[in-house]
């Protein structure tokens, strides 16, 4: 890491991508973001990161986290293309998390 510091003396940024964990069943416990950020937190102190690189920005994505328990998930299918196999569909997707009455 530390050759990153003389190749860029500005703040480097440190993105880990993404997908925060998800649930696929209901039984599944996965950690919450609080709970990720400080494991990240922890990670890169005992890495020794702020020493070897200084300032830098830490970057993560929130993934499938964000739309895993919306209560419905909307997709417009923008284009179709049938290759060698299976028919290929380009996608965008919006979730909207509502109430449920119990």
Same mark, same amino acid.
């Given at each position: 890491?530390?050759?990153l /510091?003389?190749?860029? %003396?500005?703040? &480097?940024? =440190?993105? #880990?991508g993404?997908?925060?964990?998800?649930?696929?069943? @209901?039984?599944?416990? &996965? %950690?919450?973001?609080?709970?990720? @950020?400080e @494991?990240?937190?922890?990670g890169?102190?005992?890495?020794g *990161? /702020?020493?070897?690189?200084?300032? +830098?920005?830490?970057?993560?994505?929130p993934? /499938?986290?964000v739309? *895993?328990?919306?209560? #419905?998930? =909307? +997709?417009?299918?923008? *284009?179709?293309?049938? #290759?060698?196999?299976?028919?290929?569909?380009?996608?965008? @997707? *919006?979730?909207?998390?509502?109430?449920?009455?119990?």
């Amino acid at each position: 890491m530390a050759p990153l /510091r003389d190749c860029f %003396p500005e703040t &480097v940024e =440190l993105d #880990l991508g993404g997908g925060l964990a998800a649930p696929y069943r @209901a039984d599944e416990r &996965v %950690p919450s973001p609080r709970r990720y @950020a400080e @494991a990240l937190r922890t990670g890169l102190r005992e890495a020794g *990161a /702020r020493e070897r690189l200084g300032s +830098y920005r830490l970057i993560v994505e929130p993934g /499938r986290s964000v739309i *895993a328990n919306a209560g #419905l998930t =909307l +997709y417009r299918v923008h *284009a179709r293309k049938r #290759l060698d196999g299976p028919e290929a569909r380009s996608l965008t @997707a *919006a979730a909207s998390r509502r109430s449920r009455a119990r």
